[in-house]
């Protein structure tokens, strides 16, 4: 059975069960003989550069379709780096531990210096990062996005949205001296861009 | 532009206290301090005169910056020509050189803003002050007499202090700031290069070329105990099989968690926000399971070399366990023209809170996030500067990075907050004489292009093995068996055959082996020449000043000790550090072994390139005297004093 969001295109939909991977996508599929599974359907709204994370925690029964709401907030998101080509991320703190909302087209994928995965799908890429004194976090990887759009001016054409695939590295760490875990996150375009025609020369 | 040419005059009988070489423990301990080695008064005798320090960076490198009034100044160390060139930043543009003489390899300006130059071979550190215009020339002070080779230099938070490292003469000393004498000296381990002290000026720290490690020294408690903080990387999620291949060994479980060796620190930086971190780059070796027999340098089982930024907490002197573990994902795919494989120095950028790396080889500038808990991953920018980068300094106020390149004897300007713009090179003048020979300068390229996949096809360049021309103190594993780095600096002049084995007629021919090991794709005949003359004409690290008194007479009998023949060292090892030239059996073959007769080594600098045999199964000289006692020569017969001096012998070899 495959549930969608009605959200749209910016909800991402994933299973918050322990043992499944934390692969996030539009629709999530179910196996009936499951029982009732948790869902949390997350939206990235970005406003005119306040971004906020609306969360909304859902049980589903596969059997009888039955959904019933277990809660929803709305959070404000900070916004933490921002890219040459229009690559960003936000994201909240809560004590030892960041939260990041990375909006991102198409795919991403990044991974834990252990080794563990995160991928994603749909609209935005979650990563958490939780640090203790000593213990730090590494996220490392990469995702695609596409370009704005840039709409033709009097004296230049339009330009066409590219997918351009953007590195991203965060890390959370506290050293003896840090009074609160210190995050780090290093967002740029990994792809070249074709440069743009050289106006001839006559 | 004016110019000034004096010499640094050495000190006639005053020998430096030369305990860094002599100490036959691996890890540090306090010497009594050697009292006034300044050859003449090192305060200033124009205060307050002339450009002054620019800002709160107290460690030294090949560039140092100093402010008068709106403009700012770069001293450039030029080792090549011996003079520090004076460069106004914003103009771009020369001002003046101070001929200095011998081979200046960094500088640091003194609160009082004096001008502190380390001079490598002559074993000095020149003090210098500025004139009332940087138009004129350094004015000498005092020359200060220190161990084998100072490189670096740093000042403690309250200004009162230098410090100094003696890379050949493993030591670390103290030095009152004003007047320049000794207040205490500690022995360290091989090769200390860059020194930084920890913001409550309580430790300091020493970077380590070699050996995994880095030194914490104690500035504060009476005897100064030197603490080695582990700079061992590990592979994460990740274990090698153990011994019977790769296949059995896993069918075996044998796991060996693949630890990867620290090498290349040369520089270190601290950071101003967030505080209380010190990087530093270095690369993570892993130089192969030494008991297979494997088709070049090192298994192939992982990227042979990593590099990595390692991030240590200056109030635990720690280092952050993320920023030397090679993620899962990583260790295989080596980008060999983008890592930075041989990292030279290192300045912060507070503005952008960021640090910016020189890497040789690759003849890059990388900007690094310095909030990073692995700050190799986190990187920013990166520019192209000019060929050799061994220096780096940021003008905080001006906004640029200035960056030294050795090789091409450039200075190349960033301006850090103009995002894709490429830096504006300036030429700084050379002499003639310096303009080495084409083959030497050639040579000296060759032997740090990392990322040439005509001679590694990792990108692993010659110096990754031999930095500075001398050894990783790594045993990697090869075709024929385990086989430890030699030395080359100042030890392969009729020193024929080459390789343990001796299998190389000359230089040249031993090249093609190497380059078969590293998987190059090759290099022209006229490359390899290059190659040879350069590794040919290396400075060897400066010798010591001939002991005296009862050092000397113990020495000699050292001496005797080789040369006679119940011992029988002199029967191989001609004349010292001279060889016979022919490959003897001194039981000593290793499992990978596939000859058991070694070629007679060299001994020349023995005392410097530990650890010992072909295999590195002798940590130290004095486990190889023991150890090797009736295989090679006799000692057992000799009374402890006798293998004393045997020792003393053979470190001034």
């Known amino acids: ?202 | 532009m004016k110019s000034a040419v004096y010499t640094v005059l050495g000190l006639g009988g005053l020998a430096a206290s030369l305990a860094g070489c002599g100490g036959a423990k691996p890890t540090g301990a306090a010497v009594t301090p050697s009292q006034a080695v300044a050859s003449a008064r090192c305060e200033r005798r124009a205060p307050g005169v002339g450009a002054a320090r620019a800002d709160e960076r107290r460690e030294s490198s090949p560039v140092a910056l100093a402010r008068l009034g709106s403009r700012t100044i770069a001293y450039i160390a030029d080792e090549d020509d011996g003079v520090v060139h004076t460069v106004d930043v914003a103009k771009g543009e020369e001002l003046s050189v101070t001929q200095i003489g011998g081979a200046p390899s960094q500088v640091l300006v003194t609160k009082d803003g004096r001008v502190l130059v380390s001079l490598r071979d002559r074993s000095q550190v020149a003090v210098l002050e500025p004139a009332d215009s940087p138009e004129r020339p350094l004015a000498p002070l005092c020359a200060v007499d220190l161990p084998a080779e100072p490189v670096a230099l740093a000042a403690t938070p309250d200004d009162s202090t230098i410090l100094v490292t003696s890379g050949w003469g493993r030591a670390l000393s103290a030095l009152d700031a004003d007047h320049l004498t000794t207040r205490f000296r500690v022995t360290l381990a091989r090769e200390p290069r860059a020194v930084v002290v920890s913001d409550d000026g309580s430790k300091a720290f020493v970077a380590h070329v070699v050996g995994s490690r880095m030194s914490a020294v104690d500035l504060k408690a009476p005897d100064h105990p030197v603490r080695t903080v582990d700079m061992t990387g590990e592979d994460a999620g990740l274990s090698r099989p153990r011994r019977r291949g790769v296949v059995a060994g896993l069918l075996r479980g044998e796991p060996r968690a693949p630890e990867r060796m620290g090498c290349q620190s040369f520089a270190l930086a601290k950071s101003v926000d967030p505080p209380g971190r010190i990087f530093a780059p270095q690369v993570l070796v892993d130089p192969g399971d030494t008991e297979q027999s494997t088709s070049g340098y090192g298994d192939g089982f992982r990227a042979a070399e990593v590099a990595s930024i390692a991030v240590i907490d200056d109030g635990t002197g720690a280092p952050l366990d993320s920023s030397l573990k090679i993620a899962a994902h990583e260790g295989q795919v080596a980008q060999a023209q983008r890592e930075c494989l041989l990292p030279r120095a290192i300045a912060v950028d507070p503005a952008r809170r960021s640090m910016l790396v020189t890497c040789l080889g690759i003849d890059a500038v990388v900007e690094y996030d310095a909030a990073s808990a692995d700050p190799r991953q986190s990187e920013r920018r990166r520019w192209q500067v000019a060929s050799g980068p061994t220096g780096v300094a940021v003008d905080q106020v001006g906004r640029r990075a200035i960056v030294w390149s050795q090789f091409d004897q450039a200075v190349s300007v960033i301006a850090l907050d103009e995002e894709a713009k490429r830096p504006t090179m300036l030429a700084v003048s050379r002499k003639a004489k310096a303009a080495r020979d084409g083959d030497y300068a050639l040579g000296r390229r060759l032997f740090h292009a990392a990322g040439d996949t005509r001679i590694a096809a990792d990108g692993r360049a010659c110096a990754s093995c031999h930095p500075d021309g001398r050894d990783d103190s790594l045993t990697w594993s090869t075709p024929e068996g385990p086989r430890n780095t030699p030395m080359l600096a100042g030890r392969l002049t009729d020193m024929a055959p080459f390789g343990w084995n001796g299998a190389s007629d000359t230089v040249g021919s031993h090249l093609h082996h190497t380059l078969q090991r590293l998987r190059g794709r090759g290099l022209e005949k006229h490359e390899i020449a290059a190659l040879e003359a350069f590794v040919g004409g290396m400075r060897a690290p400066s010798t010591h000043a001939p002991a005296a008194g009862p050092a000397a007479t113990r020495i000699a009998r050292g001496k005797a000790v080789f040369e006679s023949a119940e011992t029988a060292c002199a029967s191989c090892h001609t004349g010292g550090a001279a060889v016979d030239g022919v490959a003897h059996d001194v039981q000593s073959k290793a499992k990978a072994d596939t000859d058991l007769k070694f070629d007679t080594p060299s001994l020349r600098f023995v005392g410097g390139t530990a650890p010992y045999f072909h295999d590195g199964r002798y940590r130290t000289l004095r486990e190889l005297l023991v150890g090797s006692d009736g295989k090679m020569g006799h000692v057992s017969h000799l009374p402890a004093e006798d293998v004393d001096a045997l020792e003393a012998y053979l470190r001034t070899l």
Do not use: N
């Open chain 1, 1 to 202: 059975m495959e549930v969608t969001s009605d959200a749209g295109d910016d909800a991402c939909l994933a299973i918050a069960q322990p043992g499944r991977d934390a692969f996030r996508s539009t629709s999530a599929i179910f196996d009936r003989s499951e029982g009732v599974v948790p869902v949390r359907v997350e939206t990235l709204r970005d406003a005119g550069g306040v971004a906020t994370l609306t969360v909304l925690d859902l049980w589903v029964d596969p059997l009888t379709l039955g959904v019933a709401r277990a809660g929803r907030v709305e959070l404000p998101l900070a916004r933490i780096a921002d890219s040459a080509l229009g690559a960003v991320v936000f994201g909240f703190r809560a004590s030892d531990s960041v939260h990041l909302v990375v909006p991102a087209s198409q795919s991403g994928q990044v991974q834990t210096s252990e080794g563990q995965l995160i991928s994603t799908s749909c609209a935005t890429l979650r990563i958490d990062l939780a640090a203790a004194r000593g213990k730090a976090a590494v996220v490392t990887g990469s995702f695609m996005k596409q370009t704005p759009a840039v709409p033709a001016t009097e004296t230049e054409p339009a330009v066409a949205p590219v997918a351009v695939r953007f590195g991203l590295a965060a890390t959370l760490s506290q050293t003896s001296r840090d009074p609160e875990p210190v995050l780090s996150v290093v967002l740029r375009p990994l792809d070249e861009l074709p440069a743009p025609p050289r106006q001839s020369k006559r």
